[in-house]
């Protein structure tokens, strides 16, 4: 299970301009009873080792269910890098940033998170210097 709210699943994933993924962690949040929905934050640990000039977007992809077979896909939505407040254009090498993802389960799935996956795309293309 990859449940843990008080240590990062590590990992070293290249998201391209310069920018890698080196963790996240899967926490739940409150039950919304109104819609019979859990909804669970990931949130992702990004670094950059070299200075860009793109703004990248991320979205996550979950899986959750039971055994391979019965497992089904949900995902967050696409959203800037860095919160919508921070760009990736304006991150500096050797620090650590933070990026939440909400997304909704139907109710009972929380708790049966068994993977995560990250999608990066860029917001705008390259311009020549």
Excluded at 94 to 114: E, H, N, Q, T, W
Excluded at 116 to 128: D, G, I, R
């Amino acid at each position: 299970m990859l449940f843990r709210s008080d240590n990062a699943e590590m990992v070293n994933s290249n998201l391209g301009r310069g920018i890698n993924l080196v963790g996240f962690t899967v926490s739940p949040l409150p039950h919304i009873a109104s819609e019979n929905l859990d909804r669970v934050r990931v949130t992702a640990f990004s670094t950059l080792a070299i200075p860009t000039n793109i703004d990248l977007a991320m979205r996550c992809f979950i899986n959750a269910g039971g055994d391979a077979e019965h497992r089904e896909m949900y995902a967050s939505d696409f959203q800037p890098l860095g919160q919508c407040i921070w760009p990736t254009s304006r991150w500096e090498t050797k620090k650590l940033y933070a990026d939440d993802f909400i997304i909704a389960l139907p109710s009972g799935m929380a708790g049966r998170v068994s993977s995560v996956a990250f999608k990066a795309v860029a917001l705008a293309p390259e311009t020549a210097e």
